[in-house]
């Protein structure tokens, strides 16, 4: 990480943070993490071109991230720059019964704008914690829904600064994936088509989703939601459950009391903890039922 890179970055800049060795705990739904390099939160189009030009120019290494809900970051840390799309990054336009939304706007913040406007289809994001960019990516869903169902087209930048839009099939979306979990392209805002419909009863779906999703997730404590995608004929939770691993500890580390696909930090457990215990999940499991568990959440960082 040179002098020159850090100075070019802080000039040119229009409207955003740069923080050096920034904790990534201090980002992560699971509050562990090693540093990173350098931090950039962006809040408009023209900053994120210009880290893009300047990690080219100097060759450095570029990450983005959302609200890194769904993400592990390794003790080590990360190398290079990341970049942070949230809260910063969230205007809304709502047009008839579409709604374009900034990829750093809160899933929830789609999902209560949508109810605000009568229109229905989206009840089943209102609680998924993420950004509108990591739930398109990951083709976030819950309850029967899926991003996919409501997303017309995409706006992103490529990895040399130019700007594309996508249609829905052009996303190429499969169960908890899409072409941008392939590709190294930063989503920059998404049009959803939805439904009219009765706000009364979108926002008592919306609260019956939410309620479910209180009695039966352990929202109280750091975690990163189901920690494993569902095998084909199988549900994580009741594998981990008849290998009778519920509430398996490994340090801080366990495997939650309350539903088994989550992983919970208890208070002091690091993310090489949490690993060890997803390693340790899969090879109980396969031992016992031959099923090859995958991880939903993204391990990233420096080994």
Same mark, same amino acid.
């Given at each position: 990480?040179?002098?020159?890179?850090?100075?070019?970055?802080? &000039?040119?800049?229009?409207?955003?943070?740069?923080?050096?060795?920034?904790?990534?705990?201090?980002?992560?739904? $699971? !509050?562990?993490?090693?540093?990173?390099?350098?931090?950039? !939160?962006?809040?408009?189009?023209?900053?994120?071109?210009?880290?893009?030009?300047?990690?080219?120019?100097?060759?450095?290494? =570029? =990450?983005?991230?959302?609200?890194?809900?769904?993400?592990?970051?390794?003790?080590?840390?990360?190398?290079?720059?990341?970049?942070?799309?949230?809260?910063?990054?969230?205007?809304?336009?709502?047009?008839?019964?579409?709604?374009?939304?900034?990829?750093?706007?809160?899933? #929830? !913040?789609?999902?209560?704008?949508?109810? /605000?406007?009568?229109?229905?289809?989206? /009840?089943?994001?209102?609680?998924?914690?993420?950004?509108?960019?990591?739930?398109?990516?990951?083709?976030?869903?819950?309850?029967?829904?899926?991003?996919?169902?409501?997303?017309?087209?995409?706006?992103?930048? &490529?990895?040399?600064?130019? +700007?594309?839009?996508?249609?829905?099939?052009?996303?190429?979306?499969?169960?908890?994936?899409?072409?941008?979990?392939?590709?190294?392209?930063?989503?920059?805002? #998404?049009? $959803?088509?939805?439904?009219?419909?009765?706000?009364?009863?979108?926002?008592?779906?919306?609260?019956? =989703?939410?309620?479910?999703?209180?009695? !039966?997730?352990?929202?109280?404590?750091?975690?990163?939601?189901?920690?494993?995608?569902?095998?084909?004929?199988?549900?994580?939770?009741?594998?981990?459950?008849?290998?009778?691993?519920?509430?398996?500890?490994?340090?801080?580390?366990?495997?939650?009391?309350?539903?088994?696909? $989550?992983?919970?930090?208890?208070?002091?457990?690091?993310?090489?903890?949490? +690993?060890?215990?997803?390693?340790?999940?899969?090879?109980?499991?396969?031992?016992?039922?031959?099923?090859?568990?995958?991880?939903?959440?993204?391990?990233?960082?420096?080994?």
């Amino acid at each position: 990480m040179t002098k020159q890179y850090i100075s070019a970055l802080r &000039d040119g800049l229009v409207n955003s943070e740069v923080s050096i060795n920034e904790p990534m705990r201090n980002h992560t739904s $699971f !509050k562990t993490g090693g540093p990173c390099d350098v931090m950039v !939160k962006v809040y408009c189009v023209e900053d994120i071109k210009l880290v893009i030009t300047l990690c080219n120019q100097y060759k450095q290494p =570029l =990450l983005i991230v959302g609200n890194c809900t769904n993400l592990i970051v390794r003790d080590k840390g990360i190398k290079g720059t990341v970049v942070k799309i949230s809260l910063g990054f969230d205007k809304v336009l709502v047009n008839g019964n579409q709604i374009t939304i900034k990829s750093g706007a809160l899933l #929830s !913040k789609l999902a209560k704008v949508a109810m /605000e406007h009568s229109l229905a289809g989206l /009840e089943f994001a209102s609680g998924i914690p993420g950004t509108v960019g990591g739930g398109v990516s990951m083709n976030a869903g819950a309850y029967g829904g899926e991003i996919r169902d409501v997303l017309v087209s995409s706006t992103y930048i &490529d990895e040399k600064g130019n +700007i594309h839009t996508m249609t829905n099939e052009e996303h190429e979306f499969a169960y908890r994936k899409s072409i941008f979990t392939r590709e190294k392209w930063i989503l920059l805002e #998404s049009t $959803f088509a939805l439904k009219k419909g009765n706000k009364e009863n979108i926002l008592a779906k919306m609260n019956e =989703l939410n309620k479910r999703r209180k009695d !039966k997730q352990p929202l109280h404590l750091p975690s990163a939601g189901s920690v494993f995608k569902r095998p084909l004929g199988y549900y994580v939770g009741q594998l981990i459950d008849q290998c009778n691993l519920k509430g398996y500890k490994l340090n801080d580390a366990q495997i939650s009391t309350l539903h088994s696909g $989550f992983i919970v930090n208890l208070d002091n457990a690091n993310s090489q903890d949490i +690993i060890d215990l997803i390693d340790y999940i899969k090879k109980t499991v396969y031992n016992q039922f031959k099923v090859k568990l995958e991880t939903e959440v993204k391990i990233i960082g420096e080994k």
